[in-house]
């Protein structure tokens, strides 16, 4: 199941990067528009067919948006996932995706390799617990591929079921050894890991004051994380009653939003991973020359519409949002505060954010060490545990008190 999670991650990949190649290159290059500038009309245009399309597939579909957190409590509680339930999602984040949406491919990509996972499990006629095994195998296989770990999903397992009193020790096992085979396969499939690494100074030496910078930052991160929240929050009040009925008019806002502020901020459109035109690499290589008032303006421009395309129905993940988030400040913070090496500003400020959103600080202190070098682990892992205890009461909020306790603790 591993070896299928890594092919669905691949797919998904290979279709991400040609359509985005397609929709925001080659068309664009054969009508006379360059691309390089960003010209606006285009750009609004792609984003407002993207928000038809993933309406009409809410509209057409009735499966609502979810995240991450909304999927893992269904799969907790169901112990399985249907097909229209699982691929709509993955369906409809990929297109989002494709037409611009400032929105993470790891949620679509979870409903889609859970759905596929008892797909098979069931079809075999297995028992309940070996549907559950099945397609968390499928899950760590992509994950394992997503964030270069074999372990990333059995330590979100792990840390969700710490935090909600719920712990299988059963599922570990056979869920690492399938993430172990899926980011094998990915790196042979690709020659690269999904996340790739943040090309950056290293950090020659270590200096104790590393420590005490971490707090601070994690602490930046935290707050963004916070007005992240709070606003989603508050837009998902007034969305949520219309999800379904007015899913292509909420879509259409979130798109002509997108486009009107990509017009002016192009780097906010795609998740800010290395498989578009646009990307987060571009930010860190032109830092110095874009000034430290336009980062700061750019972390908080993709915030607002990481926020916008979620809370309106352009459902997909959180964590590349976030480190772009959380990067963009980071490397502000390095602009005005040049002592401070940059692989920290933006480590700790990444991790800050992330912890607002996810509880998960075993796994992404790992995986953004990974990401920036393992001699910074300690240091991430201060600014993780600072920002995780001053949100932890900070949680997403999705429905009835029941389901909002349920959510925030999968969270």
Same mark, same amino acid.
């Given at each position: 199941?591993?070896?299928?999670?890594?092919?669905?991650?691949?797919?998904?990949?290979?279709?991400?990067?040609?359509?985005?190649?397609?929709?925001?290159?080659?068309?664009?290059?054969?009508?006379?528009?360059?691309?390089?500038?960003?010209?606006?009309?285009?750009?609004?245009?792609?984003?407002?067919?993207?928000?038809?399309?993933?309406?009409?597939?809410?509209?057409?579909?009735?499966?609502?948006?979810?995240?991450?957190?909304?999927?893992?409590?269904?799969?907790?509680?169901?112990?399985?996932?249907?097909?229209?339930?699982?691929?709509?999602?993955?369906?409809?984040?990929?297109?989002?995706?494709?037409?611009?949406?400032?929105?993470?491919?790891?949620?679509?990509?979870?409903?889609?390799?859970?759905?596929?996972?008892?797909?098979?499990?069931?079809?075999?006629?297995?028992?309940?617990?070996?549907?559950?095994?099945? +397609?968390?195998?499928?899950?760590?296989?992509?994950?394992?591929?997503?964030?270069?770990?074999?372990?990333?999903?059995?330590?979100?397992?792990?840390?969700?079921?710490?935090?909600?009193?719920?712990?299988?020790?059963?599922?570990?096992?056979?869920?690492?050894?399938?993430?172990?085979?899926?980011?094998?396969?990915?790196?042979?499939?690709?020659?690269?890991?999904?996340?790739?690494?943040?090309?950056?100074?290293?950090?020659?030496?270590?200096?104790?004051?590393?420590?005490?910078?971490?707090?601070?930052?994690? +602490?930046?991160?935290?707050?963004?994380?916070?007005?992240?929240?709070?606003?989603?929050?508050?837009?998902?009040?007034?969305?949520?009653?219309?999800?379904?009925?007015?899913?292509?008019?909420?879509?259409?806002?979130?798109?002509?939003?997108?486009?009107?502020?990509?017009?002016?901020?192009?780097?906010?459109?795609?998740?800010?991973?290395?498989?578009?035109?646009?990307?987060?690499?571009?930010?860190?290589?032109?830092?110095?020359?874009?000034?430290?008032?336009?980062?700061?303006?750019?972390?908080?421009?993709?915030?607002?519409?990481?926020?916008?395309? +979620?809370?309106?129905?352009?459902?997909?993940?959180?964590?590349?949002?976030?480190?772009?988030?959380?990067?963009?400040?980071?490397?502000?913070?390095?602009?005005?505060?040049?002592?401070?090496?940059?692989?920290?500003?933006?480590?700790?400020?990444?991790?800050?954010?992330?912890?607002?959103?996810?509880?998960?600080?075993?796994?992404?202190?790992?995986?953004?060490?990974?990401?920036?070098?393992?001699? +910074?682990?300690?240091?991430?892992?201060?600014?993780?545990?600072?920002?995780?205890?001053?949100?932890?009461?900070?949680?997403?909020?999705?429905?009835?008190?029941?389901?909002?306790?349920?959510?925030?603790?999968?969270?």
């Amino acid at each position: 199941m591993g070896i299928l999670g890594a092919f669905i991650l691949y797919a998904f990949v290979v279709i991400e990067h040609y359509g985005i190649e397609l929709l925001w290159e080659i068309i664009p290059n054969f009508l006379g528009i360059k691309v390089g500038i960003l010209y606006a009309p285009w750009v609004i245009s792609m984003c407002l067919i993207g928000g038809l399309l993933v309406g009409s597939i809410t509209r057409i579909s009735k499966v609502p948006p979810l995240i991450l957190a909304q999927e893992m409590e269904h799969i907790t509680k169901s112990g399985r996932m249907g097909m229209v339930e699982g691929i709509i999602p993955m369906v409809r984040g990929l297109v989002g995706i494709l037409f611009g949406g400032s929105i993470g491919p790891e949620g679509p990509l979870v409903a889609g390799c859970a759905a596929i996972g008892t797909w098979f499990a069931e079809t075999a006629k297995l028992t309940k617990p070996e549907v559950m095994a099945c +397609l968390s195998c499928t899950i760590s296989g992509m994950f394992g591929g997503f964030l270069n770990v074999p372990f990333g999903w059995p330590l979100i397992v792990t840390e969700g079921g710490l935090e909600s009193g719920k712990l299988t020790w059963k599922m570990l096992l056979p869920t690492i050894l399938a993430g172990a085979v899926g980011a094998g396969l990915f790196y042979v499939l690709t020659g690269s890991y999904f996340m790739g690494t943040f090309k950056v100074p290293p950090v020659l030496g270590f200096d104790f004051m590393f420590l005490i910078y971490a707090v601070p930052l994690g +602490l930046v991160g935290a707050l963004l994380g916070i007005l992240f929240v709070y606003f989603f929050n508050l837009l998902k009040r007034f969305s949520r009653p219309r999800e379904i009925r007015h899913a292509i008019e909420l879509a259409l806002l979130a798109g002509l939003n997108l486009g009107v502020v990509a017009s002016f901020f192009p780097l906010v459109l795609f998740d800010g991973g290395d498989l578009n035109v646009l990307t987060f690499a571009t930010l860190i290589a032109n830092a110095a020359a874009i000034g430290t008032p336009m980062l700061v303006a750019y972390s908080f421009m993709k915030l607002s519409v990481t926020v916008i395309c +979620l809370g309106l129905g352009w459902a997909g993940g959180l964590f590349f949002p976030a480190f772009f988030i959380g990067g963009s400040m980071g490397l502000a913070i390095n602009l005005v505060f040049p002592f401070i090496p940059l692989a920290i500003c933006m480590s700790c400020v990444m991790i800050g954010v992330v912890m607002a959103l996810a509880k998960f600080p075993i796994t992404f202190t790992l995986v953004i060490g990974l990401a920036f070098g393992l001699s +910074l682990t300690p240091i991430v892992a201060v600014a993780a545990v600072t920002a995780y205890l001053f949100t932890y009461g900070v949680h997403f909020k999705f429905g009835n008190n029941n389901e909002e306790k349920v959510a925030a603790r999968a969270s």
